[in-house]
């Protein structure tokens, strides 16, 4: 059935970009991403047979009502936001190696989910400072943090894009990276050193933040926007592929670069700064997918590459919340674990990186 | 009414140099015309700003009429392809797709490529005589390959002219022939105008058409006899250390 789905829908359009093998991958990837949130669902600490979720999330009727609690209040959203975190960091750390022509480069380590924590540190805290509190509204604030948080990703990448030109090589660009990070950092040490106990609270209840944090009513927020800004970022797949070939070339084959970037470096703020706005920081999932889809693919290809890299981000970051539900650790440790030994295999894997241009 | 290529009153330079200034020229389309001029004359410059690539000060280049500088990036696409010094550093990518590549300014907003482009790529495949390679990865081919394959993207644009920076940098003698008798073809059989930028002035002279000269942020066009003939290149090469013999046409050191 999956693979017939996943036939018809690339098939018709692009007959000669999916070749046989690559729709098989497909396929499977999807099969393993069904899986995985099966598994999600069935993991936890209270034992619910499977057949019990299955009929609570189709039917709604359940045995006990804990157990019906316990699915779609906790272990649903928190699958949902394991789906949408994993597709979007992945598809936003593809854009920006593409972007910043960096093997190495990631919402997390360039500083843009350190942005968005500026962003939400100031929203939470500073805007008390001109006697506005955001617990008032609750459906602003909502929005708001989702904002806050995009504006803080686009300043930073904003910051990244003005200087890179002038950097020759790759490592300094994520020197930089980890700079503005810490110069963020600092920042929302001064913004809360200065805040009262309640901004204070609600600002550190949001940096301890996790998959389990986001409730249905987000859900209903980031939903649309990660899945629109996905669609966004496959319909700037050919401006992404020119990109590759460098800024001249990609000028001389017609591409609007200016217009191109600034669409580019939105919609990757708009993916990084919302994730990061209801999970919290989760890092490497944006450096490791990428080179995931281009070994599993052998392709150039953004056209491929964002599917794929959504479907892998996907099943990385289940098998995440898995374990980490199995071994009660925070989910960022655990992507740790899992991107930083292969960040340094690609390190000595590449020893021209270092090259830029 | 032949001259095809108007340059006129073209500045364009740095913020703290001057790389041409008001400068005017007129030549025959459908020529191979090399671009000579010494290191920092601004031979990379000229062709960037004739391409678009580059802010020009003042001036205007047509061709065939049509001021070039008046059109959008993707319009200019379609006349215009350059070959650039700048290798491409693209992992994954077979040469047939690099090749694809000059098929952007035509392609739908998802690239996707019908028969023309198809036709247009193999045909410029053939032209540049790479079909044995054209299925392998652009990365394991060497210098020579590759610049053929580069040649072969520009060609595939489909655009009546072609801009070369250098073109011949580094290959060896055997490719670096090769390359340029491939220019000279496309000239004569594929009504190309094709314009390098290149040290060898040497070959320059055997197969060009024309010679531009970049000089002291003056432009002038010469055949290659009115070269030899009015003694421009030791006006150009003015160094102690090398002569040009006019009877051998070669450079010889003193």
Redesign the interface.
């Known amino acids: 059935m999956l693979v017939f789905s996943a036939k018809a829908l690339f098939l018709p ?2 007959p ?2 999916i070749s046989n093998n690559i729709s098989v991958s497909i396929a499977l990837l999807c099969l393993i991403v069904l899986i995985l949130f099966s598994l999600d669902l069935f993991f936890g600490p209270a034992n619910i047979p499977f057949k019990e979720i299955l009929k609570i999330i189709f039917s709604n009727d359940s045995v006990k009502e804990s157990w019906s609690v316990i699915i779609l209040e906790s272990r649903l959203p928190k699958a949902i936001s394991a789906i949408l975190c994993g597709s979007a960091l992945a598809v936003a750390g593809l854009k920006l190696q593409t972007l910043f ?1 960096n093997p190495l480069a990631g919402p997390y380590i360039l500083g843009v989910s350190s942005g968005a924590g500026l962003g939400v540190a100031i929203f939470v805290m500073g805007l008390s400072f001109i006697g506005i509190s955001v617990q008032d509204i609750s459906f602003l604030s909502n929005f708001g943090v989702v904002f806050a948080s995009f504006l803080g990703s686009f300043l930073v990448l904003g910051i990244l894009i003005a200087v890179v030109n002038r950097l020759k090589d790759i490592m300094t660009v994520l020197v930089l990276g980890v700079m503005i990070g810490s110069i963020v950092t600092a920042l929302i040490g001064i913004i809360q050193y200065f805040s009262n106990d309640v901004q204070l609270k609600s600002f550190i209840m949001w940096t301890m933040g996790d998959l389990s944090s986001v409730t249905n009513t987000q859900l209903l927020t980031l939903t649309p926007i990660v899945i629109i800004a996905l669609i966004l970022s496959f ?1 700037l ?2 401006q992404l ?2 990109y ?3 800024e ?2 990609a ?6 670069i200016k217009k191109s970037r600034i669409l580019v470096i939105s919609i990757t703020a708009i993916l990084a700064g919302s994730i990061t706005a209801y999970c919290g920081p989760i890092g490497f999932i944006g450096i490791v997918v990428p080179h995931f889809a ?1 070994m599993l ?5 953004h ?1 491929l590459l964002i599917p794929i890299s959504a479907l892998i981000g996907i099943s990385l970051l289940l098998v995440a919340d898995i374990i980490s539900q199995a071994l009660q650790l925070p989910i960022n440790s655990i992507t740790s674990l899992i991107g930083i030994p292969f960040i340094i295999w690609i390190i000595f894997k590449n020893k021209k990186i270092t ?1 830029l ?1 | 009414m032949n001259q095809n290529i108007n340059i006129s009153s073209l500045s364009t330079g740095y913020a703290n140099k001057v790389i041409l200034d008001a400068v005017d020229l007129s030549s025959k389309k459908n020529q191979l015309i090399a671009l000579i001029g010494r290191n920092g004359t601004g031979k990379s410059t000229l062709l ?1 700003t004739l ?3 580059h802010p020009h000060l003042n001036g205007s280049f047509h061709f065939n009429g049509t001021n070039m500088f008046d059109l959008s ?6 006349l ?3 070959v ?1 010094t ?1 290798a ?6 077979v040469v047939k ?1 690099f090749i694809g ?2 098929r ?2 035509y ?1 739908n ?5 019908n028969n023309t482009d198809d036709f247009l790529i193999n045909k410029a495949i053939s032209i540049c005589s790479i079909e044995e390679f054209s299925e392998r990865n652009y990365q394991t081919l060497s210098d020579g390959e590759k610049q053929r394959v580069n040649i072969a993207r520009a060609i595939a ?1 489909d655009t009546p002219i072609i801009f070369l920076d250098e073109p011949t940098a580094h290959l060896d003698l055997v490719n670096k022939i090769e390359v340029l008798k491939l220019l000279k073809e496309l000239t004569s059989n594929q009504e190309k105008t094709i314009i390098y930028a290149t040290h060898q002035i040497e070959y320059a002279i055997q197969l060009s058409d024309e010679l531009w000269v970049l000089n002291n942020s003056q432009l002038n066009s010469y055949t290659p006899s009115q070269l030899i003939e009015q003694d421009i290149l030791s006006q150009v090469i003015d160094s102690p250390s090398i002569e040009f013999d006019k009877t051998s046409g070669f450079f010889k050191i003193r």
């Open positions: 359009t692009m000669k970009l022509k319909l797949s050919k592929n020119t590759l070939m460098g001249e070339y000028l001389s084959i017609g591409t609007n281009r693919t052998q392709s150039y290809d056209r090259n241009n | 960037k391409a678009g690539l990036n993707d319009k200019r696409a379609q215009l392809s350059i650039s700048k491409s550093y693209i992992d994954n990518i797709d590549f000059g952007y300014p392609t907003w998802l690239g996707i490529k644009q």
